[in-house]
């Protein structure tokens, strides 16, 4: 949905090792979202961005920076992953205006050994 | 948000009607009902959403009741293919950049 791709859709990386997952949209949505799925929390919200330029932290932020330079590209980077950010990682986009659907991306499993 | 109720898990045999429910009975008259479901090891998948009146798309039917306290996802003729979980949100709708909190949702499995 909303033409999003995420890459890469598996890593393994060692610990101390710096991560950067990137997600693409070809819809041209405003806001886009990093999202973490780990068993028993659901889904936490890690950043987002409401514009080119323009993040904000989600609830768990810690260790996580984003970058938003086009409107198309969202990415996440771990600056020295830990075995405590392995988890699978959604990317979501959300078109301006008075919609609040959110269109989600495959997912990208990353381990840190 | 309004809080969402919904069954931890249901059956469904291939080719009926699957009907998931959901009470918001706390909803207020601003907040909007959506669904969306996540098939294992996929990222979640829009489904439908509403006010009040009862919505049908390509994947599904929303019915929601007269007084806006439950609503039911009508999948019509379920497959193997729609065994996911479903989640039931409701929200209000608007521009901001307001992250999606998804609750336990209902595990639906379609049986052959």
């Known amino acids: 949905d909303a033409g999003i791709t995420q890459s890469p859709r598996h890593k393994v990386t060692e610990t101390g090792t710096p991560v950067t997952l990137r997600c693409h949209q070809t819809?041209?949505?405003?806001?886009m979202y990093w999202y973490r799925q780990d068993p028993g929390h659901g889904l936490r919200l890690i950043h987002y961005?409401?514009?080119?330029?323009?993040?904000d932290k989600g609830e768990v932020s810690d260790g996580y920076s984003v970058s938003r330079s086009k409107t198309e590209d969202f990415l996440l980077t771990l600056e020295s992953a830990t075995s405590s950010q392995t988890s699978v990682y959604f990317c979501?986009?959300?078109?301006?205006?008075?919609?609040?659907?959110?269109?989600f991306g495959p997912g990208t499993r990353l381990t840190v050994l | 948000d309004a809080k969402t109720t919904q069954p931890t898990s249901m059956d469904c045999a291939e080719g009926r009607a699957a009907n998931l429910p959901c009470n918001h009975s706390?909803?207020?008259?601003?907040?909007?009902v959506y669904w969306y479901r996540q098939i294992h090891s996929q990222g979640p998948q829009y489904i439908i959403h509403?006010?009040?009146n009862n919505e049908t798309n390509e994947m599904a039917s929303l019915i929601i009741t007269e007084d806006r306290k439950s609503s039911t996802l009508i999948l019509p003729h379920a497959t193997l293919r729609d065994t996911a979980v479903y989640y039931c949100?409701?929200?209000?709708?608007?521009?901001?950049?307001?992250?999606?909190?998804f609750g336990s949702g209902t595990q639906l499995t379609v049986l052959p």
């Open positions: 819809e041209n949505h405003r806001y």
């Open positions: 961005s409401y514009g080119v330029k323009d993040t």
């Open positions: 706390t909803i207020s008259g601003n907040e909007y």
């Open positions: 949100i409701v929200r209000v709708a608007g521009g901001s950049a307001r992250q999606l909190t």
């Open positions: 979501a986009t959300k078109a301006g205006g008075n919609t609040d659907t959110q269109y």
């Open positions: 509403g006010l009040k």
